[in-house]
């Protein structure tokens, strides 16, 4: 079985500001390092195992510019057996998504992994939207996977701290959550290997993506930092007195109690 | 014909605070742009009670909506938006909201917009402010197809006041779907009044309690006190002090109280992440230098084991 893995190129966000383009429509690039979207690599680490247990062929996916492509190269040395980088922007997810489900459909993917949200648009958006367009159900913020090649049972944080555990069968697309798994170290032996391995690049026009299909339906403008919050302020006094003014001022001035 | 649909949720009939929330803030947009706002929820719930808050019309798609299912709330969700003619969707950016709108936005070509944090109405159009890059850049977001889906973080815009009529329930006909998806075990954790995501007042406690017996003495009580929700740090979470669902931050829970207490928490990047939105943060903690101290409206400075105690007196004083 083909088990595919979408990767995104995404910013370090533990950079202290970002600097925007002058015209504030978007981060300026050049100021920030980019890595595989953190949660990507819990996508890699359960396609790697389920190679590992079923045998196929890992396939990652990433749509994005020259640099998307060298992130994706990245995977190649934790699992990942071929990469797939479309030439193309990510407009909007809607666009994204039309594009990973062209290269699902015509690598004939089994079985899909994502990440539950890239960090960079926090949209957590994509995933859905491929098994949408593929008609096939998905499962999204994932703690726990299992296949035997043709049925898999999944757990699912739904929020409320209720985990569901659900089974269905494949294809499907699955969303990792932090703790699915432990995404293992590069070696150095599996970074010489990574060197041989191949990335294909194509284009939307190959995959049958027409422009229209990637004209944006959502735009983002005015970029900037977070709204400033007031100067707090350090509340005096021993123990019990800074606890008694706290609640005055929580109450009769922040208006919270 | 075409309008501002809410998408109301509930637990067993029992509307979540954002239902409120999002059918206010609607009826305000409406106004500015023209649009009649319809409010609608999946299965048994008193969806035209919600008229209260300045909704015109409810629908409802009935049926046995007992356990969640994607393709359900999916399709559901879209013969709602059909009979309503809806050219905007507001809904809350709970787990449903994240995980089955999408679909519904790849299935009518409608533009998707997660996570607002503000809405607005702006030369005709709606524009929503939202996060991005770990709460880290704030952009504002425009849908220029035909339909726009848009989430919204819960308490953005607070509690309204009520007080308009009822208004009649339109039921929509929805045939229900095959889900491929089973749901063969559900796991209620001990439960916390309200979730994290939703809470007005979260007490989130760090590492430096120091083991969970510590935690459980000295956060749970002040929860308590101040009738809030209890969260944690990831390192106090990854040292077992407390369990991944309390965890807050950018792997854990994105939380928007009224008031969020920070116990022995430094306020690293990633916790920053998820809690930086609250109303009035208030950080209680040993080091002046924390970076947490320069987000707090209100810090006490000290021993956190001699502090929380003292508040937890003083709130019972009060």
């Known amino acids: 079985?083909?088990?595919?893995?979408?990767?995104?190129?995404?910013?370090?966000?533990?950079?202290?500001?970002?600097?925007?383009?002058?015209?504030?429509?978007?981060?300026?690039?050049?100021?920030?390092?980019?890595?595989?979207?953190?949660?990507?690599?819990?996508?890699?680490?359960?396609?790697?195992?389920?190679?590992?247990?079923?045998?196929?062929?890992?396939?990652?996916?990433?749509?994005?510019?020259?640099?998307?492509?060298?992130?994706?190269?990245?995977?190649?040395?934790?699992?990942?057996?071929r990469g797939v980088h479309v030439d193309a922007v990510n407009t909007d997810s809607l666009a994204t998504a039309r594009l990973l489900a062209a290269v699902a459909r015509s690598e004939g993917f089994g079985v899909l992994f994502c990440g539950k949200v890239a960090v960079d648009d926090q949209a957590s958006a994509v995933p859905a939207m491929v098994a949408e367009l593929l008609g096939w159900p998905h499962v999204s913020v994932v703690t726990a996977f299992s296949t035997d090649g043709a049925t898999f049972t999944a757990s699912r944080a739904v929020g409320g701290g209720v985990e569901e555990v659900v089974t269905g069968a494949l294809p499907v697309v699955i969303t990792a959550e932090r703790g699915l798994n432990e995404p293992r170290y590069q070696k150095l032996k599996d970074i010489m290997a990574a060197k041989k391995k191949v990335v294909g690049v194509v284009t939307p026009e190959s995959l049958g993506v027409s422009a229209a299909d990637l004209a944006p339906v959502v735009t983002f403008s005015a970029y900037a930092d977070p709204p400033e919050r007031p100067k707090g302020r350090v509340i005096p006094g021993d123990a019990a007195e800074a606890a008694r003014e706290l609640v005055r001022l929580l109450r009769d001035e922040a208006k919270v109690l | 014909m075409s309008g501002i649909l809410v998408l109301a949720e509930h637990d067993g009939g029992v509307f979540r605070k954002t239902a409120a929330e999002l059918v206010a803030k609607a009826a305000s947009l409406g106004a500015s742009l023209g649009l009649d706002v319809t409010v609608g929820t999946i299965g048994d719930a008193p969806v035209g009670s919600l008229g209260a808050y300045g909704a015109q019309r409810a629908v409802r798609v009935s049926g046995d909506f007992g356990a969640y299912s994607t393709l359900q709330t999916a399709g559901a969700v879209a013969?709602?938006?059909?009979?309503?003619?809806?050219?905007?969707?507001?809904?809350?950016?709970s787990y449903a909201g994240k995980d089955a709108l999408p679909r519904v936005a790849a299935r009518l070509g409608a533009g998707f917009?997660?996570?607002?944090?503000?809405?607005?109405?702006?030369?005709?159009?709606?524009?929503?402010?939202?996060?991005?890059?770990?709460?880290?850049?704030?952009?504002?977001?425009?849908?220029?197809?035909?339909?726009?889906?848009?989430?919204?973080?819960?308490?953005?815009?607070?509690?309204?006041?009520?007080?308009?009529?009822?208004?009649?329930?339109?039921?929509?006909?929805?045939?229900?779907?095959?889900?491929?998806?089973?749901?063969?075990e559900s796991r209620v954790p001990e439960s916390q009044a309200v979730?994290?995501?939703?809470?007005?007042?979260?007490?989130?406690?760090?590492?430096?309690?120091?083991?969970?017996?510590?935690?459980?003495?000295?956060?749970?009580?002040?929860?308590?006190?101040?009738?809030?929700?209890?969260?944690?740090?990831?390192?106090?979470?990854?040292?077992?002090?407390?369990?991944?669902?309390?965890?807050?931050?950018?792997?854990?829970?994105?939380?928007?109280?009224?008031?969020?207490?920070?116990?022995?928490?430094?306020?690293?990047?990633?916790?920053?992440?998820?809690?930086?939105?609250?109303?009035?943060?208030?950080?209680?903690?040993?080091?002046?230098?924390?970076?947490?101290?320069?987000?707090?409206?209100?810090a006490i400075v000290g021993d956190l084991f001699e502090v929380v105690p003292a508040l937890v007196e003083a709130l019972k004083e009060a």
Do not use: W
């Not at chain 1, 079985?1 to 990767?7: D, H, R």
């Not at chain 1, 300026?28 to 980019?34: C, E, G, I, L, N």
């Not at chain 2, 013969?79 to 950016?93: E, F, H, Q, T, Y």
């Not at chain 2, 973080?153 to 089973?182: L, Y």
């Open chain 1, 1 to 81: 079985m083909k088990i595919g893995v979408c990767v995104k190129s995404t910013p370090d966000t533990a950079i202290t500001r970002f600097k925007y383009t002058s015209g504030n429509d978007g981060i300026d690039a050049a100021q920030v390092k980019f890595t595989v979207n953190p949660y990507d690599e819990f996508a890699v680490e359960e396609a790697a195992r389920m190679k590992e247990a079923h045998g196929g062929e890992v396939v990652a996916v990433t749509v994005g510019d020259a640099g998307a492509g060298k992130v994706l190269r990245e995977t190649l040395a934790v699992g990942v057996d």
């Open chain 2, 79 to 93: 013969a709602m938006i059909d009979a309503v003619g809806a050219s905007i969707v507001l809904a809350p950016a």
């Open chain 2, 113 to 184: 917009v997660a996570d607002c944090t503000d809405l607005r109405a702006d030369g005709g159009a709606l524009v929503a402010r939202r996060p991005m890059y770990s709460g880290k850049a704030y952009v504002d977001a425009r849908v220029s197809a035909a339909i726009g889906i848009f989430t919204v973080r819960p308490n953005s815009f607070g509690a309204p006041a009520g007080g308009g009529a009822e208004v009649a329930v339109t039921e929509v006909a929805f045939a229900a779907v095959a889900d491929p998806i089973t749901v063969v």
């Open chain 2, 195 to 298: 979730d994290l995501t939703e809470a007005d007042r979260i007490v989130s406690g760090g590492r430096s309690l120091g083991s969970k017996e510590r935690f459980d003495e000295v956060i749970r009580p002040l929860g308590a006190a101040l009738g809030a929700t209890v969260g944690a740090s990831r390192a106090a979470v990854d040292a077992h002090y407390a369990p991944h669902g309390e965890q807050v931050g950018q792997t854990g829970k994105t939380v928007n109280p009224q008031l969020y207490v920070a116990v022995g928490i430094s306020g690293a990047i990633q916790h920053l992440a998820g809690m930086r939105t609250s109303r009035v943060i208030v950080a209680i903690n040993k080091d002046a230098t924390a970076p947490i101290m320069e987000h707090a409206a209100y």
